[in-house]
C-alpha cells in the first residue's frame, strides 16, 4: 500500500487533506459454495469465512476456515462493511448481524430485509459505525431467516465482510440509553441521551438527541462529513419501517440525507428488526444540506401499535479527506414493468467531481486514477431512489460495472422497497467493493419494479442521489 503523508494535496480533482485513516485490515469470503441456515428466528448461525481471503496486505487472517476474526495488536478502532446473499425465496424476512464478542449491537452493523415478492435473490447489508476495538476482541457475522424451510446463503462476492483498522478521532457518537416506545404511523426522532465521544466538539448538553452541525468549528472551509445511524426494534414486528437522517429545525431529511424502509413480515420472537445506515460525504451545513440545528435520527413503522427501539446511535464524522462524487436527477423517470433504466445525471452538486465524470457516459461515475499513483483502498457506491406514491409491489435498484466488456453485476447490495404501503417510498442502497476499485471501471445505479403498469422514480425529491466514495 502506498504511504500518503498527511497534509493537503491539489490535484484536478481538488484540494484534499490526507490523514490516512484507513491503515489495512482483511476482506473475507464465504468457506464452501453454500452454507445451509436452518429455519426459525430463533435460530442463529454464524458464517464461515474461507482461509483464502480475498484481501489480507498484514497477513492478519492465520489458521485456515473459521467463524472469527481476532483483532491484532494496535487496532484501537474498525469499521466493518459487508453483505450476505441469500438463495432466492419468496418468503419471510432475513437478518444478518456483526458480532463483537458475541455481541449484536446497531453500532457493529445490522440488516434486516424483507425477501422481494418476485423470485429474486435477497441480500443483507452490514454497515458499521466507528468501533472502539482492543486486541484479542472477536468479530463474526451471524445470520437467521424465517423463510419456512432451510436456506443457503451462497458464497458470492456478495457475500462477504470487510474489517478495516480505522485511525481517526474526528468523529461523534451518541447513543440511546434506554428503550423508547415508537408510535405507529409518525416518524419520531431517537431521544438519544448518552454521550460516548465528541472529537467534533458539536455535542450540545441542552439538545443531546442531536448533533449540533450549526456550530462553527462544524462549518470550517472544506469539511465534509459521513453520518452513520442504527437502531434495533423489539421483535415480532410487521408492516414497513423506515429511518432516516433529520433536521431538528426543518423537521425532514434534506438533500444528501437519504432514508431507507423495507417490509418485514414476521410474528417470531427473537427476531429483532434492525436498521443500519449512513450518508455519502458532504458539506453539513450547506447550500444542498441545510441544517440550521443538528443532525437527529428518526424512525417509523406501521406495525399497528407502538413498538420499542431497544438501541441505537448516531455518529459523524469528519471525511474530508475522501473523493468523492454525487449525481443528482432533476426530471422524473418512469420505469416500465421489469426494466432496467439507468440513474441519469442532471446535475453534480458537489465540487470533487471532474474526474469521476471522465468515462464513456455521464450516468456513469467513473473510477479516476489515484492523484498520487497509488491505490485506492475500497470505494462506496450508495443510491437513494425516491418512486411514486402508488401502492404496488416490489422497486429496487442496484449497481453495474463496466470492466471493458460491457455492463456486468457486481457484488453489492440490493436494496428494495415491497409492498408498497402508506410510507415515504424511498429506498437506500448501498455496495462496497472488493477486490480493490481500478481506475477507468465506470458504475451505474439500475432500477426494476415488477408492479403492473409503470411506474415513476421522482426527480426534485431530496435526498435522492447517486454517489461514489474512494478512499485511501
Same mark, same amino acid.
Given at each position: ?83 450476505? @446473499? ?32 418476485s ?68 416518524a ?5 441521551d ?33 453520518c @452513520? ?29 437519504m ?14 428488526a ?45 471525511a ?48 479516476p ?29 442496484w ?62 425529491t ?11
Amino acid at each position: 500500500m502506498p504511504v500518503l503523508i498527511p497534509g493537503n494535496l491539489t490535484t484536478g480533482l481538488g484540494t484534499h487533506t490526507f490523514a490516512r485513516k484507513s491503515q489495512g485490515g482483511v476482506t473475507l469470503a464465504l468457506d464452501a459454495a453454500t452454507q445451509s441456515i436452518a429455519d426459525g428466528s430463533s435460530t442463529t448461525e454464524t458464517l464461515i469465512w474461507s482461509a483464502t481471503p480475498i484481501w489480507d496486505p498484514g497477513s492478519l487472517w492465520t489458521g485456515g476456515a473459521s467463524d472469527t476474526f481476532t483483532i491484532p495488536a494496535g487496532w484501537t478502532h474498525m469499521k466493518v462493511m459487508g453483505q450476505v @446473499f441469500w438463495a432466492v425465496d419468496t418468503d419471510g424476512s432475513r437478518r444478518a448481524r456483526v458480532l463483537v464478542n458475541d455481541v449484536a449491537d446497531p453500532l457493529f452493523g445490522a440488516h434486516t430485509a424483507r425477501v422481494p415478492v418476485s423470485s429474486s435473490e435477497g441480500r443483507s447489508s452490514l454497515i458499521s459505525g466507528i468501533v472502539p476495538v482492543k486486541e484479542n476482541d472477536t468479530v463474526k457475522v451471524d445470520v437467521t431467516h424465517n423463510g419456512g424451510g432451510a436456506l443457503n446463503v451462497e458464497q458470492d462476492l456478495r457475500t462477504s465482510i470487510t474489517i478495516l483498522k480505522w485511525n481517526t478521532t474526528k468523529y461523534s457518537h451518541i447513543k440511546l440509553g434506554s428503550t423508547q416506545a415508537i408510535p405507529t404511523g409518525a416518524a419520531t426522532k431517537i431521544n438519544f441521551d448518552t454521550l460516548i465521544y465528541d472529537g467534533l466538539g458539536i455535542f450540545d448538553t441542552d439538545n443531546p438527541e442531536t448533533l449540533d452541525m450549526d456550530r462553527s468549528n462544524a462549518k470550517a472551509a472544506g469539511r465534509r462529513y459521513q453520518c @452513520f445511524g442504527g437502531v434495533h426494534f423489539e421483535t415480532s414486528i410487521l408492516g414497513t419501517l423506515m429511518a432516516r437522517f433529520d433536521s431538528t429545525t426543518e423537521g425532514t431529511p434534506q438533500t444528501h440525507h437519504m432514508r431507507e424502509e423495507y417490509e418485514i413480515e414476521t410474528t417470531d420472537s427473537n427476531f429483532g428488526a434492525m436498521l443500519g445506515m449512513f450518508t455519502p460525504a458532504t458539506a453539513i451545513p450547506s447550500e444542498n444540506a441545510p441544517n440550521d440545528g443538528g443532525i437527529g435520527f428518526a424512525v417509523k413503522h406501521e406495525h399497528g401499535s407502538d413498538r420499542d427501539v431497544l438501541n441505537g446511535y448516531l455518529q459523524i464524522e469528519d471525511a474530508s479527506d475522501a473523493f468523492n462524487s454525487i449525481l443528482t436527477v432533476s426530471s422524473n423517470q418512469v420505469v416500465g414493468t421489469g426494466s432496467t433504466v439507468g440513474y441519469v445525471q442532471n446535475e453534480v452538486p458537489l465540487t470533487v467531481s471532474s474526474g469521476f465524470q471522465d468515462g464513456t457516459t455521464a450516468s456513469r461515475l467513473n473510477i479516476p486514477v489515484h492523484p498520487t499513483g497509488g491505490t485506492w483502498l475500497y470505494a462506496i457506491l450508495t443510491a437513494c431512489m425516491p418512486w411514486d406514491t402508488t401502492a404496488g409491489n416490489d422497486r429496487f435498484s442496484w449497481i453495474q460495472v463496466d470492466e471493458g466488456a460491457g455492463l456486468v453485476d457486481v457484488h453489492g447490495t440490493v436494496s428494495h422497497i415491497t409492498r408498497i404501503g402508506g410510507l415515504d417510498r424511498l429506498h437506500h442502497a448501498v455496495y462496497l467493493f472488493h477486490p480493490l476499485p481500478i481506475a477507468g471501471e465506470e458504475y451505474r445505479a439500475n432500477l426494476f419494479q415488477n408492479q403492473a403498469g409503470n411506474r415513476t422514480m421522482l426527480g426534485n425529491t431530496p435526498p435522492q442521489h447517486f454517489s461514489l466514495e474512494l478512499f485511501d
